[in-house]
């Protein structure tokens, strides 16, 4: 075999080795084995709560053991195609397989990031939330680009995604929106996303065609699980009910089924109107507010929280994480990592793994940019 596939095929196993060491792949598999013994016990489900959690937990396992021996079986195809295209002589062929181990070192080295998501709430479902800055209608446009770029992103990793909430801007676009994200890691992929983003473009608000920046705040925190235990006192919160602002029909826009609850010691704010429900809206407006209440916590405790901390001040110049630049030129930058993409359209469609990727190989590094490749 060439050099150049050696060279990969080495580079990935290494990655693929500290993925092993990560996931102790022995006691793993031994683990799976114990919850696949109770999953067949009959009893299992007289106590539902215990039985989702071994359902949860098997789940994760088959999928990251699975998941290796997939990768496993595509390494071996990609070497085994190489060399008997060196043996025949078939340059395509040889070509079609240094591709195939390119795409797998990316991957291998995507996985090394994952692998990295150890934290209490990382593997969790997240909110991702969405509020409009200074700059009226620009500024709700804006958010509902961000918005809409979320839930792509969502999307093209299979996640589940629900609006939570929705608040139309005056003219167009949104004041704020909040996803629900379901899918493992979801959290610990999305989290590094809070902070301000920038837009710069020809307005097609203005007659004029100027050009205009525009600024909107993400943050991300994590969907609160029967793991994490936060209590939160009722009498410390004011509760408010109103009608919803988004489409829904008739009934969803002329009840008062929306809410929002505010937590008066932190100054926490959170709403739900996705459901027709306001005791749905309700349940769900609860478990926003724990969410947000473990992210404070977990702030608190992590001294080096720069990016969230910046999503919270003032929503305009100096604060922002990225920017995404339409006019005069074609150009996203990140501001934290120097990720740069040339291709708004396709980030702002969720092609956002570049940025997260290298954020979290920051993040890991103690806040030195580095390649994905680097990180072990």
């Not at 489900?45 to 999928?63: P, S």
């Not at 593997?123 to 809409?148: K, P, Q």
């Not at 954020?359 to 990180?375: I, R």
């Amino acid at each position: 075999m060439r050099a150049e596939a050696e060279a990969l095929v080495q580079s990935i196993k290494q990655s693929m080795g500290l993925l092993r060491r990560h996931l102790d792949v022995e006691t793993a598999a031994r683990r799976l084995a114990e919850l696949n013994a109770k999953a067949e016990d009959p009893a299992l489900w007289n106590n539902t709560e215990a039985a989702q959690k071994i359902m949860r937990e098997r789940t994760e396992l088959e999928d990251r053991l699975g998941s290796l021996s997939r990768f496993d079986n595509e390494l071996l195809d990609a070497i085994t195609l190489i060399e008997l295209a060196e043996a025949e002589q078939d340059a395509a062929s040889e070509k079609e397989g240094l591709d195939l181990l390119k795409a797998l070192k990316v991957e291998a080295g995507r996985r090394q990031i994952e692998a990295l998501l150890s934290g209490e709430a990382d593997g969790n479902d997240t909110y991702i939330e969405v509020h409009s800055g200074a700059g009226g209608t620009e500024s709700c446009d804006w958010a509902r680009m961000l918005f809409r770029m979320y839930a792509r992103w969502a999307e093209r990793h299979k996640y589940k995604v629900e609006v939570i909430e929705e608040t139309a801007g005056d003219e167009a676009g949104l004041k704020s929106g909040t996803l629900l994200v379901k899918g493992h890691n979801a959290y610990g992929w999305a989290k590094t996303e809070s902070g301000v983003h920038r837009l710069v473009r020809i307005s097609p608000f203005d007659s004029n065609a100027r050009r205009h920046t525009s600024f909107a705040s993400v943050w991300v925190y994590p969907v609160i699980d029967d793991r994490i235990n936060i209590d939160v006192k009722e009498s410390d919160c004011r509760i408010d009910t109103y009608r919803s602002s988004g489409a829904g029909g008739q009934h969803i826009n002329t009840t008062d089924s929306a809410v929002r609850i505010t937590h008066i010691p932190s100054g926490i704010v959170v709403a739900c109107q996705g459901e027709r429900s306001q005791h749905k809206n309700r349940a769900t407006a609860w478990n926003m507010l724990r969410a947000r209440l473990y992210e404070q916590e977990m702030e608190k405790r992590e001294a080096a929280a720069n990016a969230t901390e910046a999503s919270k001040t003032e929503i305009g110049w100096g604060h922002q994480i990225r920017s995404y630049v339409l006019q005069p030129y074609q150009l996203v930058k990140d501001l934290r990592s120097g990720v740069t993409s040339g291709s708004p359209v396709d980030v702002l469609d969720g092609e956002l793994d570049d940025f997260m990727e290298a954020a979290l190989a920051q993040k890991v590094s103690g806040g030195v940019p580095v390649a994905v490749e680097d990180v072990e």
